[in-house]
């Protein structure tokens, strides 16, 4: 995985932090694209690299709707975590 895979605009970086900052929770689709003000087409772009690295999960639930969630399992994503409360004490 390189960095570029995480951080590759600044819409991907601001998923990536809100995930961060809700570790433990799932978001739909249509959520994170109302929180992060863009469309629900560039949450599933910016999602899909993520997704590849499995830093983040991604699952189709009821009636289609899209789902997705930092995956604590995997050691990237574990790192990630541990930086960013780092980087919070600064």
Do not use: W
Request: net charge positive; hydrophobic share 45%.
């Amino acid at each position: 995985m390189k960095l570029l895979d995480l951080f590759q605009s600044k819409a991907q970086v601001r998923l990536v932090e809100h995930l961060l900052q809700n570790p433990d929770k799932v978001f739909n689709q249509a959520g994170l694209a109302r929180v992060m003000d863009v469309s629900p087409s560039t949450v599933a772009r910016i999602a899909e690299p993520l997704v590849k690295c499995k830093v983040v999960l991604y699952e189709r639930y009821q009636k289609g709707m899209k789902i997705f969630a930092l995956n604590k399992e995997e050691p990237a994503a574990r790192n990630l975590i541990e930086f960013y409360e780092k980087i919070k004490q600064l």
